[in-house]
């Protein structure tokens, strides 16, 4: 079936650094990505998607580019600030043995130090 | 309006207790999910709904049961849970079962919070 992997582990890093979550995903078809992210207490909300081969999602300053020809959608921030400290999921839909169902990583918990 | 609203927000309950959570959305979505969630792990499928019949069940205990009165509303009526139970309960919607494309994305409420004790 369906599988997206995430990199292992929490990142911590500083304000105003660099951020990147890797993902990967194994799918046939045409999937589409997703990044979820997670604030504490919270429900899920949708971060940003990609639906096609090539497209760039993206939405309060991160970003993530479907590549088909690396199966990967990496989470990209350029500077992040105290507020981005959450936990962010990669996920996908619409493979074809997926059962339609949305495939989720593991989730990765990002806690940015002031 | 691109809400999925859940109520109650926290809940507790006792072994022996029936209640049920509840969920809405009026953005028209014919596809509706009910998720468990535990600590620091990705959200778990129970059920999908589909035009408002049961769809997918993930051999869920029986004690877990879901009702679709209308296209707007999902339940999960709770009876004789268990502990290990405890655990964010997160409800979804999507326009269709098994769409494609632009259209699939999925909208999350923010979750019952259920301890059992």
């Known amino acids: 079936g369906d599988s997206v992997t995430q990199m292992e582990g929490p990142v911590t890093l500083s304000e105003e650094a660099f951020l990147t979550i890797n993902c990967t995903y194994t799918?046939?078809?045409?999937?589409?990505l997703f990044w979820y992210v997670q604030y504490p207490g919270e429900g899920l909300q949708l971060l940003l998607k990609?639906?096609?081969?090539?497209d760039k999602g993206s939405n309060k300053g991160f970003e993530a580019t479907y590549r088909k020809e690396t199966t990967s959608f990496h989470l990209e921030k350029g500077s992040v600030q105290v507020s981005d400290s959450a936990v962010y999921f990669c996920?996908?839909?619409?493979?074809?043995?997926?059962?339609?169902?949305?495939?989720f990583g593991k989730g990765n918990q990002v806690v940015v130090i002031p | 309006d691109t809400e999925v609203t859940q109520t109650p927000k926290h809940l507790v309950m006792g072994m022996t207790n029936k209640k049920s959570l509840k969920c809405e959305q009026h953005?028209?979505?014919?596809?509706m999910y009910w998720y468990k969630q535990k600590a620091k792990k990705p959200p778990e499928l129970m059920f999908v709904?589909?035009?408002?019949?049961?769809?997918i069940n993930e051999s869920v205990p029986s004690r877990f049961s879901p009702e679709c009165p209308n296209s707007s509303l999902l339940n999960l009526h709770l009876h004789a849970l268990q502990p290990e139970d405890s655990a964010l309960y997160l409800c979804?919607?999507?326009?269709?079962?098994?769409?494609?494309?632009?259209?699939?994305?999925?909208?999350f409420g923010q979750g019952t919070r259920l301890t059992v004790v």
């Open positions: 709904y589909s035009y408002e019949k049961l769809s």
């Open positions: 990609a639906t096609k081969a090539d």
């Open positions: 996920a996908l839909t619409g493979g074809f043995y997926g059962n339609n169902r949305l495939a």
């Open positions: 979804a919607s999507s326009q269709e079962e098994g769409i494609q494309g632009a259209e699939s994305e999925a909208f």
């Open positions: 953005m028209g979505h014919r596809a």
């Open positions: 799918a046939t078809g045409y999937p589409s």
